[in-house]
């Protein structure tokens, strides 16, 4: 049992847009503007996307954007590409008296 | 560019304690500017934290885990490791390495992983 909540899979067709929410709680995604996501593709390490929330790493591309309200974190993947296809975990601090950081279960992004 | 690579026994027995080195190279893990992570993931599930150490040896550990768990830093060899005993089946995963440019911010180096058994 993961402490976020994600959904198990999403899908979309090539050019269209694409949300994966990730829900928490008040102890960790309410609390923090430290919500970071991440994109791991079949045998591979994952690589982040999103951090801070909102913050794009150089290098990743503008179509990846986050998004937060209470203690629901959200991806939007827009203009999908096949490279997209891929598992994607959210993260949030969880305060030094916990476990830190918390990940998501992850969600499985098919593109049609 | 930085690299991280996990290295240790691949299956470990029931009871046992499974150890795991990072080698970091093209950067230094002496830096005060970094925290060194260990992450893990059972076969088809989602991640999980696991605890990091910071160039001092200052530690902190996923609570869940604390009771079992050790992580510790070789400055000389440029390497941390991460040491957890009384291992079940529980315990089977890829073990990544990665990197933090400060404790509150994201893992933005991943070693490849490694994946370790318990199994008899």
């Known amino acids: 049992q993961s402490a976020l909540t994600q959904p198990a899979s999403v899908s979309g067709s090539p050019g269209q847009s694409i949300t994966i929410s990730c829900t928490g709680t008040?102890?960790?995604?309410?609390?923090?503007?430290?919500v970071s996501w991440y994109q791991q593709h079949p045998g591979k390490a994952p690589k982040f996307m999103i951090f801070?929330?909102?913050k794009r790493p150089s290098g990743v591309s503008n179509r990846f954007s986050g998004s937060k309200s209470g203690n629901t974190a959200s991806l939007t993947i827009s203009g999908l590409q096949a490279e997209d296809e891929a598992d994607y975990y959210c993260c949030s601090y969880a305060g030094s008296r916990t476990s830190h950081w918390v990940f998501g279960g992850g969600t499985k992004l098919t593109v049609l | 560019q930085l690299q991280l690579q996990e290295s240790g026994p691949g299956l470990v027995k029931p009871s046992g304690t499974l150890s795991l080195t990072c080698t970091v190279s093209g950067g230094s893990v002496s830096s005060s500017t970094y925290y060194w992570d260990w992450i893990r993931q059972p076969p088809g599930k989602g991640l999980e934290w696991i605890g990091n150490i910071y160039y001092s040896g200052s530690t902190y550990y996923n609570p869940s885990l604390k009771r079992r768990l050790t992580i510790s830093i070789d400055t000389s060899k440029n390497q941390f490791s991460l040491k957890l005993s009384s291992v079940t089946a529980a315990d089977t995963a890829i073990y990544y390495c990665a990197r933090q440019s400060s404790s509150f911010r994201p893992f933005d180096y991943w070693g490849q992983g490694t994946l370790v058994t318990v199994s008899s």
């Open positions: 008040s102890s960790d995604v309410g609390s923090y503007n430290l």
């Open positions: 801070e929330v909102n």
